[in-house]
C-alpha cells in the first residue's frame, strides 16, 4: 500500500534573469489542472505579451497514466526553446504546470547554444521561485452498510486516512468517501472481508 500524490506549485510565479546581448528572457510559471486549461492559459499569455518577440513554452498536465506533455520553439530555431523549457519542467519534479519563457529580442542573434542557454536558464529561475505543495490522488469510493456496522465503517475510514464526502439515508447509509488512490483496493477489500462479504465498496 502506498500513496499517490504528485507535487506542483502553489501559485504562478516568475523571475526574470539577466539581459543577454540585449534580449530580455522571462519565464513564467502557471498551475494548471489538464491540458485544455493549458492551452487556454497560452492563450492569455499570449494575448497579455502580444508584444513579445517569441512566447516559448513547455507544459506537463494530468496524472499518472494521462500525462500529457507539449512544448514548442513559438517561432525560434528548431530545438532552442520548447525542448530545453520541457527538459527543466521533466527534471523539476512538478506535474499539472505550464512553463512560458518570454524574450523580447535585443538585436543581437544568441546563436544556437546561445538560445538553449537562455531558455533553459529562464525556465530554471522560474521554476525555482515557485512554491510548491504536494497533492494527495484521491478517488471517490461509495458503499452501503447495515447501521450495525457504523463503528466497522468509521474505523477502516480512519484507518485508510480517507474523508466523508456525502451520506445518504435509505433503507441504510450509503456512503461516499474520498481515499488515496493507493489505499483504495485494500481499503474495498477490507471492508469487504471484515463486514464479511455485507459491504462491497466500488469506485465511482
Known amino acids: 500500500m502506498e ?18 546581448k540585449g ?5 513564467r510559471i502557471y498551475s494548471i489542472n489538464d491540458k485544455d486549461e493549458a492551452e487556454r492559459k497560452l492563450d492569455e499569455v499570449r494575448k497579455r505579451f502580444y508584444d513579445a518577440t517569441h512566447n516559448c513554452f513547455a507544459y506537463s498536465a494530468g496524472i499518472s497514466d494521462g500525462i500529457v506533455t507539449r512544448s514548442s520553439d513559438d517561432g525560434e530555431p528548431s530545438g532552442t526553446a520548447g525542448r530545453p523549457i520541457l527538459a527543466v519542467l521533466e527534471g523539476s519534479g512538478l506535474s499539472n504546470v505550464l512553463l512560458v519563457v518570454t524574450r523580447y529580442y535585443g538585436g543581437t542573434n544568441l546563436g544556437t547554444g546561445g538560445l538553449i ?8 529561475a522560474a521554476v525555482e521561485t515557485a512554491r510548491r505543495e ?3 490522488i484521491k478517488d471517490t469510493v461509495r458503499f452501503a452498510y447495515e447501521y450495525s456496522m457504523t463503528s466497522l ?13 456525502s451520506e445518504e439515508f435509505r433503507s441504510g447509509p450509503v456512503m461516499n468517501v474520498k481515499i ?12 469487504f472481508e471484515r463486514s464479511n462479504g455485507s459491504i462491497k465498496a466500488e469506485t465511482c
Open 3 to 20: 500513496k499517490e500524490q504528485y507535487t506542483t506549485i502553489l501559485e504562478d510565479a516568475e523571475a526574470e534573469i539577466d539581459k543577454i
Open 23 to 27: 534580449s530580455r528572457f522571462i519565464g
Open 117 to 124: 542557454k537562455a531558455y533553459t536558464e529562464a525556465a530554471k
Open 134 to 136: 504536494i497533492i494527495e
Open 153 to 165: 465503517v468509521m474505523n477502516l475510514i480512519n484507518k485508510y486516512g480517507a474523508s466523508v464526502f
Open 180 to 191: 488515496n488512490r493507493g489505499y483504495v483496493q485494500e481499503f474495498t477489500a477490507e471492508i
